[in-house]
């Protein structure tokens, strides 16, 4: 999903066959798919607080020097990052995250509701609109987002 060859993370996988690459895609964005793994990875290895962060940091450079802050791409980490406390949080929790995942899902059980959320916003026009991250307005979108991640079909 994310481009990295498995040897680069398991070195023993440098004499694996070698594997076909497959474009992945999460309701029908590639970077979502990319958004949503590279996530629920960070909260696995290390912790939930540093996923939320380094998602955050990608939107604020994205919004300076980029394609723009992307409510859109939060809502993919923030999806990613449940994902990834729920898979570990216990093993009942792991084994019905399992079974969903055998089961047959969609992408819409995996990703919350996005079209409506503003993206490829320029610095300026982020602050315009929202102030600064902890502003009223920018914690309202945020609780949407969470909302919609909280009904997800994968994390109940």
């Not at 996530?39 to 980029?66: F, H, N, P, Q, W």
């Not at 791409?73 to 898979?87: P, S």
């Amino acid at each position: 999903i994310l481009g990295i060859p498995l040897k680069t993370l398991f070195p023993e996988a440098a004499n694996w066959p070698k594997q076909q690459r497959y474009r992945v895609e999460l309701d029908g964005r590639e970077d979502f798919a990319k958004h949503f793994m590279l996530s629920a990875a960070i909260t696995v290895y290390a912790d939930t607080l540093l996923s939320d962060a380094i998602g955050l940091y990608k939107e604020i450079e994205d919004s300076r020097s980029g394609s723009g802050f992307s409510f859109n791409d939060l809502a993919a980490d923030r999806a990613g990052t449940k994902f990834g406390e729920k898979a570990i949080k216990d093993r009942a929790s792991a084994l019905m995250i399992q079974a969903k995942l055998v089961s047959g899902l969609t992408d819409n059980d995996l990703m919350p509701y996005w079209r409506d959320l503003p993206e490829f916003l320029p610095e300026t026009t982020f602050k315009a609109r929202y102030g600064e991250i902890n502003s009223p307005s920018y914690l309202q979108l945020m609780n949407k987002i969470e909302q919609r991640i909280a009904r997800l079909a994968i994390l109940n």
